[in-house]
């Protein structure tokens, strides 16, 4: 378990060095610059731009600045915002709780809502209650998430009055965070709600044609005890395999859903450097979306050998 963990904790140099080199590649393929962006409602002249330009380090070669920013990665410092004039790591952290929080309460509300509908589904196989919840289920799949957070800020926001409009209310009280949390949460987990419930009933139907299940029910087993002690174990296997790669989804979707609500995420930050074409912030946090995912997908490696101990995962 241990080399596992070492040769998954080294194959993450490449896979985060990959990312930021293509970050590299594309933000600098997007016309314009920082300079061009602040310097877009004034008439500078060109020694003025030369100047700003040789300031930000833009006027040296590509391959100099992409040297130096994997130095500086290697060396743990992701570089200074050219537009705020900060370092990036502290603009960072901030934002890391409110994207973590919505991220996980989406999971949670997905899990809570799509593994017991799944189960349902298939325990009432071919009935109203299965069509119902895999017509919801199809539903959910197709509506964008971005649709539903307007949907939702519409109806229980700007006409109930029940939830903010916008914001994280991270400066609260924990009630206030929970208030400003719940709308965004159903908006990113619902989707996944619909692939649990879809993946539980697949993998729940599976299982009640083994035949240890029928053994066990031919033994007179209640129908609790077959479902809670043979059906949900081996189906969690395909259930969190889905769940581990769609936590990845999650944490990247936030960035649209963050948007949507404006709340001040990792999402929000990295969009209004795009827009301002900042490199460092732009590399700062798809890079620590990187090591986010990369550690989701270790964790879940490990959780499938605690639950399965025939698994081998070296």
């Not at 603009?91 to 899990?111: D, K, N, Y």
């Not at 991270?170 to 419930?197: D, F, H, K």
Request: proline residues 4%.
């Amino acid at each position: 378990m241990f080399s596992f963990i070492a040769r998954r904790l080294w194959y993450f140099i490449p896979t985060a060095l990959g990312a930021v080199t293509l970050v590299f590649i594309i933000v600098r393929l997007a016309p314009g610059d920082v300079v061009s962006t602040m310097l877009q409602d004034f008439q500078a002249d060109p020694e003025m731009i030369a100047l700003l330009r040789h300031q930000y380090g833009l006027d040296e070669p590509l391959y100099y600045q992409y040297l130096k920013m994997i130095w500086d990665i290697f060396r743990g410092d992701l570089g200074v915002s050219m537009l705020q004039r900060q370092p990036v790591l502290a603009m960072i952290l901030p934002h890391v709780r409110p994207t973590v929080m919505l991220a996980f309460s989406g999971l949670l509300i997905a899990m809570v809502i799509g593994v017991p509908a799944g189960i349902v589904s298939a325990l009432r196989r071919n009935t109203r209650v299965d069509y119902t919840v895999m017509s919801l289920a199809t539903f959910w799949l197709s509506a964008p998430g971005f649709w539903l957070g307007i949907f939702l800020i519409y109806v229980f926001s700007y006409k109930l009055g029940w939830f903010p409009m916008y914001g994280s209310g991270m400066e609260g009280t924990l009630g206030m965070q929970l208030r400003s949390l719940i709308l965004p949460a159903i908006a990113i987990g619902a989707r996944s709600a619909a692939v649990y419930a879809r993946i539980s009933r697949s993998s729940a139907l599976d299982i009640f044609r083994q035949d240890y299940v029928r053994t066990a029910r031919a033994k007179g087993l209640a129908e609790r005890v077959v479902v809670y002690k043979h059906v949900l174990r081996n189906a969690a296997i395909p259930i969190i395999t889905v769940i581990g790669m769609d936590l990845a989804f999650l944490l990247c979707g936030t960035v649209v859903i963050e948007n949507v609500f404006s709340r001040a995420g990792l999402g929000t930050l990295m969009v209004n450097a795009i827009a301002n074409r900042d490199y460092p912030v732009v590399q700062g946090t798809i890079l620590v979306f990187a090591v986010m995912i990369i550690a989701i997908n270790l964790l879940m490696d490990v959780v499938y050998r605690l639950l399965d101990p025939r698994i081998k995962i070296d």
